[in-house]
């Protein structure tokens, strides 16, 4: 009878933990800011302020820039977890003078897109902005960049759709994963749970692919990057250290 008790109690404890765990998960993956009114214009970039509407009636803010060479595939730029597209003009503004279209776009809560982030939520919104942007330059191919978190939106993308090609910038190989790395607490990462896994979406694509990684990432070590490269069965893959 005690023994039961004591199953009972811990049983509970671990939900708890469970629970609690899920709920900061959001609040430690996700660091929106809004934007600041940066005019893309001022950088020297030609884009247009685009909206994207989700299925779930979510709107996301973002900049096409579009370059003159309409021969070549276009990118899907997804950013990491935190600030929102701003911060990443200089990016674009490199991709687009090397001839390079750019969709850049905010997920929910992020810049001036509404809503709120979630882990489900962010993944609708990479899905519905791959969407929109292969029905705006077909019949021409589109690629996906993703950088850290963006990145392992960029391989789940990847693996529903179709993209010429895939690039994944300072990839975490699953939220599990990093979680383990970041807080090494024994047993803890046995309780994320998420669909934020780039490692089993990439084990199932055959696109192109050219992983990125810095030597000295002190966030997400390079082995991550490493594993996503070995993982790819794809014909033609990369990687950049």
Same mark, same amino acid.
Request: hydrophobic share 45%; with cysteine; aromatic share 4%.
């Given at each position: 009878?005690?023994?039961?008790?004591?199953?009972?109690?811990?049983?509970?404890?671990?939900?708890?933990?469970?629970?609690?765990?899920?709920?900061?998960?959001?609040?430690?993956?996700?660091?929106?800011?809004?934007?600041?009114?940066?005019?893309?214009?001022?950088? +020297?970039?030609?884009?247009?302020?685009?909206s994207i509407?989700?299925h779930?009636?979510?709107?996301?803010g /973002?900049?096409?820039?579009?370059?003159?060479?309409?021969?070549?595939?276009a990118l899907?730029f997804?950013?990491?977890?935190?600030?929102n597209?701003?911060?990443?003009?200089?990016?674009?503004?490199?991709?687009?003078?090397?001839?390079?279209?750019v969709?850049?776009v905010?997920?929910?809560?992020?810049?001036?897109?509404?809503?709120?982030?979630?882990?489900?939520?962010l993944?609708?919104?990479?899905?519905?902005?791959?969407?929109?942007?292969?029905?705006?330059v077909a019949?021409?191919?589109?690629?996906?960049? +993703?950088? !850290?978190?963006?990145?392992?939106l960029?391989?789940?993308?990847?693996?529903?759709?179709a993209p010429?090609?895939l690039?994944?910038?300072?990839?975490?190989? !699953?939220?599990? /994963?990093?979680?383990?790395?970041?807080?090494p607490?024994?047993?803890l990462?046995?309780?994320?749970? !998420?669909?934020l896994? /780039?490692?089993?979406?990439?084990?199932?694509?055959?696109q192109?692919?050219?992983?990125?990684?810095?030597?000295?990432?002190?966030?997400?070590?390079?082995a991550?990057?490493?594993a996503?490269?070995a /993982?790819?069965?794809?014909?033609?893959?990369?990687?950049?250290e």
């Amino acid at each position: 009878m005690r023994f039961a008790t004591l199953l009972l109690v811990g049983l509970a404890l671990l939900g708890l933990l469970s629970w609690g765990l899920t709920r900061m998960q959001g609040v430690m993956l996700f660091h929106p800011t809004p934007l600041s009114g940066v005019d893309p214009a001022a950088l +020297g970039l030609t884009c247009e302020t685009v909206s994207i509407t989700v299925h779930d009636g979510t709107t996301l803010g /973002a900049w096409w820039c579009p370059a003159a060479d309409e021969g070549r595939p276009a990118l899907l730029f997804l950013h990491g977890n935190a600030g929102n597209r701003e911060g990443r003009l200089h990016n674009v503004r490199g991709l687009q003078e090397a001839g390079v279209s750019v969709l850049i776009v905010d997920y929910r809560g992020y810049g001036d897109s509404s809503g709120m982030p979630s882990e489900s939520g962010l993944i609708r919104d990479a899905l519905a902005s791959y969407d929109w942007l292969a029905g705006r330059v077909a019949p021409r191919p589109v690629a996906i960049f +993703g950088r !850290s978190l963006g990145g392992v939106l960029a391989a789940l993308v990847a693996h529903e759709r179709a993209p010429a090609g895939l690039i994944l910038e300072s990839t975490f190989t !699953s939220l599990r /994963a990093i979680t383990r790395h970041v807080l090494p607490v024994p047993m803890l990462h046995l309780l994320v749970r !998420s669909r934020l896994d /780039a490692l089993g979406a990439v084990r199932e694509l055959t696109q192109p692919l050219l992983v990125v990684h810095g030597t000295d990432d002190e966030l997400v070590p390079l082995a991550m990057g490493r594993a996503l490269h070995a /993982a790819s069965p794809a014909l033609q893959k990369q990687v950049r250290e």
